[in-house]
């Protein structure tokens, strides 16, 4: 496991933001602030409800569902590792805000919560680190009310920009290798960050048993210039705690220093000169 990455709450802290300066960290909260805002608007939480926030880390939705329905609403907050529930329990200690709040050490593939129990339950990018998702989904599905909703947002990397197409062939020295590998590990059907599209979660959700699915897919185009520390960055930092940096992915297919060169490569080819990348996103509210 990496040094900079020991566990998630450290993952949410500070791996996360390693790459970035002042202006991108505070670009990146906002982005977070405007996905936690729409999850919340499709969930259309109402006072007396109970509420989970599935996989909640440092609990970007369930404190924004606590800013709006302070202690009218009773709120789970739920996590498969306790370092994230001490981390949420930490925040808690520290606001003002009256609260109605209780914690959950569970897996979203097997949650220990009684069948028909909650109205609402939401996850934020929990689903994307799930290798096997159907299980979860009938989980959501079985804990939730008739009536009840899911919503949700993940992010479909397995769309997102790849290397290969930000470089071209001129940059790089066996562009072709690099290239082959990318395309396999992007496509890996055992790796859970890219094993889903917006179609397969569509899927999923039926098969679990909702109806009215909604999987409303975001692309989102973005123009910025990295620096060639912050495309090192892309390499080496962890994109999960539990999970192969883009570096170690492709040391499984060359040996370090023709990885070590392409990196170098990329730096020289994209640092300080301005890029075009887009990734795709989905918003999702199903109800049982
Ligand atoms: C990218 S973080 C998202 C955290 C939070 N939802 C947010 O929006 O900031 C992924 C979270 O999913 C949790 N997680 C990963 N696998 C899980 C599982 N199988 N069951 C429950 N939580 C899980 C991690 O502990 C982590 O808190």
């Not at 109205?119 to 979860?136: F, G």
């Not at 479909?156 to 790849?162: A, F, G, L, Q, V």
Request: charged share 25%; with cysteine; glycine share 4%.
């Amino acid at each position: 496991m990496s040094e900079i990455c020991k566990n998630w709450s450290t993952w949410l802290k500070k791996t996360r933001f390693s790459y970035m300066d002042e202006t991108q960290v505070q670009q990146t909260l906002n982005w977070l602030l405007s996905i936690r805002n729409q999850v919340l608007l499709l969930a259309d939480i109402k006072a007396g409800q109970k509420v989970a926030d599935f996989g909640c880390g440092s609990g970007l939705l369930g404190f924004g569902v606590l800013e709006h329905y302070k202690d009218s609403v009773e709120l789970i907050f739920s996590d498969k590792f306790q370092d994230c529930l001490d981390e949420c329990k930490n925040i808690l200690s520290q606001i003002e805000t009256p609260y109605n709040v209780s914690f959950l050490q569970s897996d979203v593939s097997d949650i220990k919560l009684e069948s028909n129990y909650l109205d609402r339950a939401m996850t934020r990018s929990v689903l994307v680190h799930v290798k096997d998702k159907q299980p979860c989904f009938n989980e959501f599905y079985r804990v939730l009310k008739p009536q009840g909703y899911y919503c949700a947002f993940e992010p479909i990397i397995s769309e997102n920009t790849r290397y290969y197409e930000l470089v071209n062939e001129a940059q790089i020295s066996d562009y072709q290798d690099f290239k082959l590998a990318e395309k396999e590990f992007m496509e890996n059907p055992n790796d859970p960050l890219v094993n889903f599209s917006a179609q397969s979660l569509d899927k999923n959700l039926e098969e679990a048993g909702f109806s009215d699915v909604l999987v409303n897919v975001q692309a989102v185009a973005s123009k910025y210039i990295p620096t060639k520390e912050a495309i090192l960055n892309w390499f080496i930092a962890p994109p999960a705690p539990d999970q192969k940096t883009m570096k170690e992915r492709f040391l499984q297919y060359f040996e370090e220093k023709k990885v070590d060169n392409f990196i170098l490569e990329v730096q020289n080819a994209l640092g300080d000169t301005e890029i075009s990348v887009s990734s795709n996103t989905a918003l999702i509210k199903a109800i049982k």
